[in-house]
């Protein structure tokens, strides 16, 4: 049973099978957060842990009982926190009713259990039979407004998901000015925060910041989760570190603004809130709406940061991803992009597939540029008809020629833009955000849809419609090239324009909807300016996504790194470009390229037509490789072993372990003259059983992990090698 309620106790208590989370009722009727960390092993009321000054500090704690006052004077812990009654903390629900008052008194109403996790209506969500949901419903102690707290439990991998839903069952509309997923406090205050920040062809690479008095925040505003900061991070103990002491995971399963924020206050207790960035958030609740918050995933553990990247893996894996490409191998793919830019036609096109077919390659994508009247990125975002004159023939041909090299064939949209050149635009030039008498900001020449209105979202579909029905095509690459400006929604009144980021966000997931429900065969894999939507949210629909425009496997390093510790290497879009790199101009091996490739889909994105005959030699093996190597790449567990960020060290390392195999990944940083050979610690084999190592030698498991393994690879900057660990004995 993952989950216990005591009606003596007034405790609530979630197990998974390392961890355990509790709240409780106090004798006022306020739900408090009682623990979250290692699995207890008896039941207890864990309410003992509180400071005895947090108690006594509330004036008469025990005289209150019924009478309505009551006040949280900023240290209890508690499960949800709202402004207005005596919490300054940060807090998770702000909620102004129909008088203009601001405040929520939530007192404990009632609670129960559903078998299954939860559905979160219009928002994507984990989901699974073996799952279980708590919903602790609060109401307000004046007036029908109901919190109802929904708590998805997933035992075997430790993950717990929580959201929330408002109920506004008054005759009254009440505004939400903030609505955040989760609140979670803590009764000590030594805490780091771990997040993932970047920049366009830099993302997610790891900062570490202790949490002190006042807060530590990470957020978006731009109304999508950004390449900034990623709606993740790493909460943990200050001696944390991959394998060692406790430390907690968040990932937030939403695509627009949000708000990560951790504080410690006066008496020393640390806050997380996550949710919706409440700057330019505001929803109004008529009388028997509902508000749904997106969820928030989080798990605990123990033992460091490796152990709460397994279980994010595997959840992820296992009840977020969707449709067939969940568990089926994805085609290894060649990308037209960075091999030919704007500049291509249908000829060149089927050449690269031909030689791309005789190496392995499996689908050829078609990249920006093949619509509307589209030679750079000034025009035809919107118009989503070929542009036969450039390919030479039409859409359904060009597939068919693609297909008839033995190769899928696979496309680029970039559905929620629009360009001030095309047709769209001069039909339509409300579809665009707009705010009334000024310009419209441009990025990349380009305008975002108002995907908050249904009419938009329709033409868009139909016009992806027509190209899905027309030609064979067997994956999308969902772009998104700019952020959010001009916040104006010509649809909604004035006192409703602060719901529009929040409006765009449910348009775009029930467009995902309907496109992903009505193409159930094709792969889909989302992009933002390379990974700069790189969130859960955007995973419900798409099984993969575009980690980074930056394909240099030594800046990769980070990159991928920074994104293993919360995401699957099954996520992770990584392909084999050219040398000298597009971007940083490094020059590296091709076997180096192909490696860090290995630890994400895998595939080309260069112009294979312009590679040697040894070139393409060592791509065939690399896709030969990949292959032999997919389910345990894909499904193994990810330790990080040597971190790109360890300046005593000339190499980066990593592994994966499924079962009885590993593959141990090392790529040289650089070089240095006469370098000694290093040694890593392996980590997840078994202690007693006996490996190979490429087919030679006898290893002792243990050995491998305590004594550990030298490491090198061949002379020169950026070279790599690749060992295969085999269980023998
Ligand atoms: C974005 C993507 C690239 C490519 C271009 C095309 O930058 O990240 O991979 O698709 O758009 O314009």
Known sequence: MAIVINEQNKTFTVSTKNSTYQMKVNCAGVLLHTYYGKKLGGEMDMSYSIKRDMVEDIPKYEAIKGDGQYSLVEVLPQELSCFGCGDYRDTALNLRHSDGSLGLQPIFHSVRTEKGKYNIPSLPAFYGDEGETLIVTLKDRVYDIFVHLYYGVFEETDVILRSMRIENKTDKPVTLEKALSLTLDFNYSEFDLITFYGRWASERDVQRVPVEHGSVQGFSTRGASGHIINPSCILCEREANEE?????????????????????????????????NPENFSFELSPNDIFCTPEVAMTFSSCGFSKISHNFHKAIRNNLCRGQYKTARRPVLINNWEGTYFDFNADKLVSMAKDASELGVEMLVLDDGWFGKRNDDHTSLGDWYANENKLGCSLSELAERINETGMKFGIWFEPECISEDSDLYRAHPDYAFKMPGRKPTLYRQQLVLDMSRKEVRDNIFMQLCNILDNANISY???????????????????????????????GLYELLDRITSKYPNILFESCSSGGGRFDLGMHYYMPQAWVSDNTDPIDRLRIQGGTSFIYPVSRMGAHVSASPNHITGRITPLETRGLVAYFGTYGLELDINKMSSVEKEEIRRQIKEFKRFYELIQYGDYYRLISPYNANSLYCSWMVVKESEALLAVVKKQNRAKAADEVVRLKGLKHNAYYSINGEGKYLGEALMSLGLPIWTDNGDYTSKLYYIKQII
């Not at 995971?249 to 008496?267: P, Q, W």
């Not at 999308?476 to 006192?495: A, G, M």
């Open 476 to 506: 999308i690459k969902w772009d998104f090239n700019r952020s959010i400006t001009d916040l104006y929604s010509c649809e909604l009144p004035k006192d409703k324009q602060g719901e529009i980021f929040h409006r765009y966000i449910l």
């Open 244 to 276: 060692y002491g406790n430390a907690y995971g968040f990932a937030f399963v939403y695509s627009g603004s949000f708000l990560i924020s951790a504080s410690k206050n006066y008496n020393n207790n640390a806050r997380i809130v996550i949710g919706i």
